[in-house]
């Protein structure tokens, strides 16, 4: 065992990627799947593969730990080969799951760090793969080196739960971006335009409205709603028109119908003179 061994339990997509990055740095990889046929190709360019996951953790000093569920990282690494051990836990999970793992990893000797992989499988190992971390700083600076090889590390704090925070907050904020498109691209469909043909303008302008974002963290870190450019009240009047114009068309307005409900709450809270970043403080008070 070296410094330069790194072992990889679970061989899904992510995981895989994750391994062959760190196999073409030239490192000691050691991986472990629940399924020895996701193990083959890895095998193939140099991998060792262990037969039991607690054997794959005593081979490494760094473990990465990239499975589909927490729950399955919590069942192996309970095992007690962790001692001595750095987990890297890469699967995606909430900030109370995280906290309670490194308690756990803390029991049994082990130090702790989760992590955020804010790419997809083809960006693993470049410069453009943002992977978030958080937890033991000791354990990640003497590890940051080698956690460079699959993407560009950004270490968030000893809060164990801040990687999974900040990961599940940017894709909360994806996901909010996707399905307004996808619900622009069936509006514009219903009228035979092609999506493609849409796809430029509606990009162009999302990208314009991105500059307001910052204005937005400011006003609700300072607590000033005021407003010159479009209030709650604003949005509150056009929502109808747009829910009907759904309807008109036969698009299902299901995605529009939540925001409607919390500019109506807003409006009804006397909030309809502040600007859009009210709604934040709605959203962290949810309606009962």
């Not at 890297?88 to 989760?114: C, H, I, K, M, S």
């Not at 509006?187 to 796809?199: H, I, M, P, Q, Y």
């Not at 299902?252 to 809270?269: I, N, S, T």
Request: aromatic share 6%; glycine share 10%; hydrophobic share 50%.
């Amino acid at each position: 065992m070296t410094t330069t061994s790194v072992t990889v339990l679970g061989l899904g997509l992510m995981g895989s990627a994750l391994a062959e990055a760190l196999l073409e740095d030239g490192r000691t990889v050691t991986v472990w799947n629940r399924s020895r046929a996701k193990a083959e190709p890895l095998v193939a360019k140099g991998a060792v593969e262990a037969d039991s996951a607690a054997a794959a953790i005593s081979a490494s000093p760094l473990v990465v730990v990239c499975l589909s569920v927490y729950a399955n990282a919590e069942e192996i690494l309970a095992g007690g080969a962790a001692a001595g051990r750095t987990i890297v836990q890469l699967t995606n999970g909430t900030p109370r799951q995280a906290r309670a793992l490194a308690g756990r990893a803390a029991g049994l000797g082990a130090r702790y760090v989760d992590g955020g992989i804010m790419a997809v499988p083809p960006m693993i190992g470049r410069p453009e793969a943002l992977i978030l971390y958080s937890g033991d700083e000791e354990a990640f600076e003497e590890h940051r080196e080698t956690l460079a090889v699959l993407g560009r590390p950004e270490f968030l704090g000893t809060d164990p739960g801040l990687a999974p925070l900040f990961d599940l907050a940017l894709l909360d904020a994806m996901y909010g971006l996707f399905a307004g498109f996808q619900h622009a691209f069936a509006l514009v469909r219903s009228e035979k335009v092609a999506a493609t043909d849409f796809a430029p303008m509606a990009t162009a302008w999302l990208t314009a409205m991105l500059g307001a974002l910052p204005d937005q963290a400011r006003a609700v870190e300072a607590g000033d709603f005021a407003t010159s450019v479009s209030s709650v009240a604003t949005s509150q009047v056009a929502f109808p028109g747009l829910i009907e114009m759904c309807r008109d068309q036969g698009v299902d307005p299901g995605y529009l119908l939540p925001l409607r409900d919390l500019l109506d709450r807003a409006v009804q809270e006397g909030h309809g003179e502040d600007g859009l970043a009210r709604l934040i403080t709605l959203l962290e008070r949810p309606a009962r």
